[in-house]
DNA sequence: CTCCTGGACTTAAAGGTTTTCGGAAACGTA
DNA sequence: TACGTTTCCGAAAACCTTTAAGTCCAGGAG
């Protein structure tokens, strides 16, 4: 806590020059002799002097600032794309206004309405899910662009990860590993993201010519989840030789209770995992391969097509972007534990 | 993407009235005849008028935005103290500015000059550790709490949670338990967490006057080494009948070691966590005992006194919050699993 | 009738910055 | 000397809202 705010009437008079004088030295603007902008540069310095950008704002129209609409409280999803749109914006120093909705459209619009009346120059909405979400463009006078979950409106903006090619590369990795045999646990159908993961498997699948063991084994995201249904298919289909699961909570549990039941992963069966959660995917005995939605990349891109949209360059529809296949020991070929 | 924005100008030449009881018929102040504040009313919402928060907040001097500066990238602390803020803000509608140092001193600074620039009314710090950090406060025309992570400086207002206290209440719990032989694995010994919570744990034994079983272990706070340790702890001391972890990573570690050694747990031994990190603590066999260290109550406790601080009246000095012990399977008297 | 009161509304200033335009000085050229 | 050009700087408007102060008018009291 200290001294009132300098404003450039305080530097322009401790310079002894005009504000307009001050501003243009102080923005780097031509019709200023290099003395003088000396001086202004001093002054400001002096009483540490910084413009406040409400009235630079206020003047301009641009606040330089975005906000980040979310609505997974725990921020599994939110804060990659927080951290890449940051770095997006990070060079020109953009500022993030955060708002967590918590699922709760009420909230969501209360939100809303304080961004816009902060006069944010854009907005990136983040899903708590893939599946499509209601669109909240409609008559904003800013772009807004969806992360993570896509808008239904197909005129907006919306980055999603590339669910379906990710699980047709992770299946073809366990298919480059001789793995013949192979099943999927995932999470609950009422998910979009479980039933893109299934849909790559069968792609995959379909093309090898090979067929999937058992059916689909869908519940929960949770490790326990993993392990119940891995008693399940170590039961019923005692000859697997890889499975493939909709998310590394799930991977974890089955890697643990096959563990018990005394295969060893990977040389009796291989798993691959979803989310590179890293908590998870590294801790387990052995480190899963997984697949990285790449969350990081998805908001800099995500920030990197606001800044376009801004710019009055948008570019609708829903983008899929690529994932990355990240082999540790739970695949390596049978035999070379 | 539509319209331009309506200004208060707008509104009120829509209504036909002068600028100034538009704003006074919006603000719902007095001297304004019901019927006009109708017509007023009515072309504000007929133009989706919003008030510009800049032209507000200039003439005001006051923002309703606060910052929150934080350093773990990762936003195992950011997030719980970010919630915590947006409710006791959420009410009167402030808004969150939030910006990722990423440990990195020369961001913060950034940021720093980012937030003021924009005039926020408060800041908030939240450290990635409990360790005391640099104050940042010295000068700066805005009140500031430091949440998690205190400041140096003892004249700053800083928010951590009660380390000591609770491990002493965790200790507690297993000697109320009819443990006697409890032994210690915890993180790094330059973590003050770490060294905090060795310090609970052992103010908790002396008031009993029991014996610590072997000496503490120290590991970096993952579930490989309390893997790792349990080996190491159940080799050397084969009669601990009960283990009080750093972190629930460790708990987890030790508790998955501890199974496949063929000790019971909380039967042969009890296990107690830190952090109630729930991916962890609930799916473990057996669910873990764990320290909440309650940060959305933290973060909202911050923001409340940053309020205060707002209104001129700061509480100076390291406030210490209350955590609390969530009582699972894993601590279960011996003999009831 | 005049004067006063109070209600309903308007005018104008303020807040900090950027930008446009015009002015002044210095200098060179005819 | 008169004039044009260049270089540097200042005055003022604009952005949008709130609020203090002022205006106007109807109606009541004297």
Same mark, same amino acid.
């Given at each position: ?6 404003t450039?009437n ?29 001086r ?10 910084q413009p ?8 301009s129209?641009?606040t ?22 940051? &770095?997006?914006? $990070? #060079?020109d120093? @953009?500022a *993030?206004?955060?708002?967590? =909705?918590? /699922?709760?459209?009420?909230r ?9 009346s902060?006069?944010?120059?854009g ?6 899910s ?16 969806y992360a993570?979950g896509p ?10 990860? &590339?669910?379906? $090619? #990710?699980?047709? @590369?992770? *299946?073809?990795?366990?298919? =480059?590993? /001789?793995r ?8 609950p ?15 995959a ?12 084994l869908s519940g929960?995201w949770?490790q ?6 891995a ?9 697997v ?9 799930? =991977?974890? /549990?089955?890697?643990?209770t096959a563990r ?5 992963v ?11 959660w ?31 949209a801004?710019d009055?360059?948008?570019?609708p529809?829903?983008h899929k972007?690529?994932?990355q296949?990240v082999?540790r ?6 035999g070379?534990?």
């Amino acid at each position: 806590m200290a001294t009132k705010r300098a404003t450039i009437n305080d530097v322009a008079s401790l310079a002894g020059v005009s504000i307009a004088t001050a501003s243009k030295a102080l923005n780097g603007r031509q019709d200023v002799r290099p003395a003088t902008r000396e001086r202004v540069l001093a002054a400001a310095a002096e009483l540490s002097f910084q413009p406040n950008a409400l009235a630079r704002g206020l003047l301009s129209g641009q606040t330089r600032t975005v906000g980040l609409l979310t609505s997974d409280s725990v921020g599994r999803f939110g804060i990659p794309v927080l951290l890449g749109a940051e &770095d997006a914006f $990070g #060079a020109d120093e @953009m500022a *993030v206004l955060l708002c967590d =909705a918590r /699922g709760d459209a009420i909230r969501e619009q209360h939100h809303l309405r304080a961004l816009l009346s902060r006069r944010v120059d854009g907005l990136i909405v983040v899903g708590e899910s893939t599946n499509p979400r209601p669109s909240v463009s409609k008559d904003l006078p800013v772009p807004v662009v969806y992360a993570y979950g896509p808008s239904e409106d197909p005129d907006d903006v919306s980055f999603v990860p &590339d669910d379906v $090619g #990710a699980a047709a @590369m992770a *299946v073809n990795h366990l298919l =480059a590993m /001789g793995r013949r045999k192979i099943a999927h646990i995932t999470g609950p159908t009422h998910y979009k993201a479980a039933r893109d993961r299934e849909e790559g498997l069968r792609l995959a699948l379909a093309e090898a010519g090979v067929e999937q063991v058992g059916q689909t084994l869908s519940g929960p995201w949770s490790q326990r989840w993993g392990r119940h249904a891995a008693e399940m298919l170590l039961m019923a289909e005692p000859d697997v030789d890889a499975v493939f699961c909709g998310s590394d909570q799930i =991977a974890a /549990g089955f890697v643990e209770t096959a563990r018990e039941r005394g295969r060893r992963v990977p040389d009796d069966i291989a798993v691959v995992g979803y989310d590179n959660w890293e908590v998870l995917s590294t801790e387990t005995r052995p480190a899963l391969t997984t697949v990285d939605m790449n969350l990081e990349l998805l908001g800099r891109t995500a920030a990197q097509h606001l800044f376009a949209a801004i710019d009055g360059k948008a570019t609708p529809g829903v983008h899929k972007m690529p994932c990355q296949l990240v082999i540790r020991d739970s695949t390596s070929p049978p035999g070379v534990s």
